[in-house]
């Protein structure tokens, strides 16, 4: 693979930034029409109402009324260099895929964003220390202050574009999926609010969802559907007008977490160290599906330093995440040995870069650095 070419070589992505630039420092959107069509107006009001808490560290206490707010957009201006969107089902996704890398990145100085299609108001409780009646009877504003916890611990701003958890149909026949939920709304209604967050904070990078959802959940399917949506269409201003102005993502990537090769990495270092493997039945598993490769990893990001701040993320979504549980299964001083990294698929990208990666801004850093030396985006 080239490296990337500057001067006359620019990236196309950036082009339109330095072409935009003014436009993008004032940029407002006006169009209510599209939020008609957007996920429930109620319960995007509450959204609006929890602007600032919702902001993330360092809130500057944006105005998250309006219709921006509405469309999932509000208050997400630029606040560093470098923007990593992670694009999310469910409060708790953000803490189990790729979150010691949003919180390495954090900490580095890049703007990092997790937005959270929908509110997990169908989620069970899979801790059974939660398992009571005033928490099951609140779970939706329960999972809310969960996701808060998890945001400040990872140090990333995080918004909920308002949609109603699909759930996972269980039974033979599946039941159909509820009215109104996110996995049944037509593509361009659940792209919109993704749209707009996107033209309004204006990543480099973006983290979502392979074809499969990463797992075959209605709305990681639909997540995936919206991420590929809107990496296509947010930097074409001939698509979702009114919705802010374009915007062209560099790069698209795909979590890679549960993959076999960590996997027998983590199982072989616990046997070596004589600890007991909660991994053995799925790797025999996967032996057996030989024809079933897994998603290719171009890029592995080391992070293992951040693994303890990754823990604790998970341990803040209590309802969904038991600390006796399997998520802990194996030490993290053997996952630090053993496999240090957070691993990507890199699926998209409109730079060029060397493969195998170990930075999600490969190919993009050295461009946004010598554009902020002429402009103050
Ligand atoms: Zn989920």
Redesign the pocket.
């Known amino acids: 693979m080239q490296t990337p070419e500057h001067g006359e070589g620019v990236v196309p992505g950036l082009a339109i930034t330095r072409a935009r630039k003014e436009s993008f420092l004032s940029a407002v959107t006006t169009d209510p029409a599209g939020t008609a069509a957007g996920p429930d107006p109620a319960a995007l009001a509450d959204l609006a109402a929890l602007g600032e808490a919702e902001a993330g560290p360092g809130s500057d206490g944006d105005d998250a009324s309006g219709p921006e707010a509405r469309a999932g957009g509000a208050g997400l201006g630029s606040r560093a260099p470098l923007r990593l969107m992670a694009i ?3 409060p ?2 953000e803490s189990s895929k790729g979150a010691a890398t949003m919180a390495r990145y954090a900490r580095e100085g890049v703007d990092v964003l997790v937005v959270t299609m929908t509110g997990g108001e169908r989620g069970d409780i899979l801790n059974r220390a939660m398992e009571r009646p005033e928490i099951r009877a609140n779970l939706a504003a329960v999972r809310r202050a969960e996701m808060a916890r998890a945001r400040e611990i990872l140090g990333v701003r995080q918004r909920f574009l308002g949609f109603t958890d699909s759930g996972l149909p269980e039974g033979d026949p599946l039941p159909p999926l509820p009215e109104g939920c996110f996995a049944v709304q037509p593509l361009e209604t659940a792209a919109w609010p993704l749209v707009h967050a996107v033209r309004q904070f204006r990543p480099q990078v973006i983290l979502g969802y392979d074809e499969n959802g990463g797992y075959p ?1 209605p ?2 399917v639909k997540c995936h559907q919206v991420t590929i949506e809107a990496f296509e269409a947010a930097g074409d201003p001939d698509r979702y007008s009114g919705c802010g102005e374009p915007w062209q993502p560099a790069k698209l990537y795909y979590f890679a977490t549960f993959h076999r090769d960590r996997l027998m990495a983590l199982h072989e270092e616990m046997l070596r160290r004589g600890l007991e493997s909660p991994y053995g039945d799925r790797l025999d598993e996967w032996i057996d599906e030989p024809d079933k490769p897994g998603i290719e990893i171009t890029t592995r990001v080391p992070c293992g330093d951040f693994f303890g701040i990754r823990d604790q993320a998970l341990i803040a979504h209590a309802t969904q995440i038991d600390p006796e549980g399997s998520w802990f299964a194996c030490p993290r001083e053997v996952q630090r040995a053993a496999w240090p990294t957070e691993d990507f698929h890199l699926a998209r990208s409109v730079v060029n870069t060397e493969r195998p990666e170990e930075d999600l801004f490969a190919g993009v850093r050295h461009d946004v650095r010598w554009t902020s030396g002429v402009s103050r985006w």
């Open positions: 999310h089902a469910h708790d996704d959940h709305d990681h």
